[in-house]
T-cell receptor, first 117, second 114 residues
Framework: EAGVAQSPRYKIIEKRQSVAFWCNPISGHATLYWYQQILGQGPKLLIQFQNNGVVDDSQLPKDRFSAERLKGVDSTLKIQPAKLEDSAVYLC???????????????FGPGTRLTVL | AQSVAQPEDQVNVAEGNPLTVKCTYSVSGNPYLFWYVQYPNRGLQFLLKYITGDNLVKGSYGFEAEFNKSQTSFHLKKPSALVSDSALYFCAVRDGNAGNMLTFGGGTRLMVKP
């Protein structure tokens, strides 16, 4: 089966510019996640969607970050305006629906490496 | 709040020797524990998980992990390391009693030398 797709793979922008990342999850996966991975650290969850609804966005800097999953399939993460500290790899992940009592792992895309100058 | 600690930034081991990558966690409820591996310029790949049941969990590529509730640990192990195992390894925890958020440790770089 095809994996999680992300684009672009690399992006370089100047501070105060805007940028958008796109993610297409594995077909049939209801849950979609966006993570930020700063160099030398583990991924940090930014937002989690269940179909087209937001489950958890408690760690999303809402003054500059936004995300949507309008049709419950692919998703876009936007940063406006970008700051130097936003330089990181942005990972998208998805997981299938869980059976009763089950806990599924997440499947990750290759990520988008953002450099803010 | 939930947290994960990976106390070693890097682990060095010779090919053919056993390896251990350490992980300790903190959650309020029942822990769901995961190990992922990350190769250069690639996303994280799932290795194994502990949800309930047998404390010894077997996963992909010959890896296994042992859940120890009293020590709040979930160390990753492999009996015989391969050079191709060299990568970045992440432990993650989810509180089974509170939401779906997965919290990752800072990662441990495994270097297997021929």
């Amino acid at each position: 089966e095809a994996g999680v797709a992300q684009s672009p793979r690399y992006k370089i922008i100047e501070k105060r510019q805007s940028v958008a990342f796109w993610c297409n999850p594995i077909s049939g996966h209801a849950t979609l996640y966006w993570y930020q991975q700063i160099l030398g650290q583990g991924p940090k969850l930014l937002i989690q969607f269940q179909n087209n609804g937001v489950v958890d966005d408690s760690q999303l800097p809402k003054d500059r970050f936004s995300a949507e999953r309008l049709k419950g399939v692919d998703s876009t993460l936007k940063i406006q305006p970008a700051k130097l500290e936003d330089s990181a790899v942005y990972l998208c992940a998805s997981s299938p629906p869980s059976l009763a009592g089950g806990v599924n792992e997440q499947f990750f895309g290759p990520g988008t490496r953002l450099t803010v100058l | 709040a939930q947290s994960v600690a990976q106390p070693e930034d890097q682990v060095n081991v010779a090919e053919g020797n056993p390896l251990t990558v350490k992980c300790t966690y903190s959650v309020s409820g029942n822990p769901y524990l995961f190990w992922y591996v990350q190769y250069p310029n690639r996303g994280l790949q799932f290795l194994l998980k502990y949800i309930t049941g047998d404390n010894l969990v077997k996963g992909s590529y010959g890896f296994e992990a042992e859940f120890n509730k009293s020590q709040t640990s979930f160390h990753l192990k492999k009996p015989s390391a391969l050079v191709s195992d060299s990568a970045l390894y992440f432990c993650a925890v989810r509180d089974g009693n509170a939401g779906n958020m997965l919290t990752f440790g800072g990662g441990t770089r495994l270097m297997v030398k021929p």
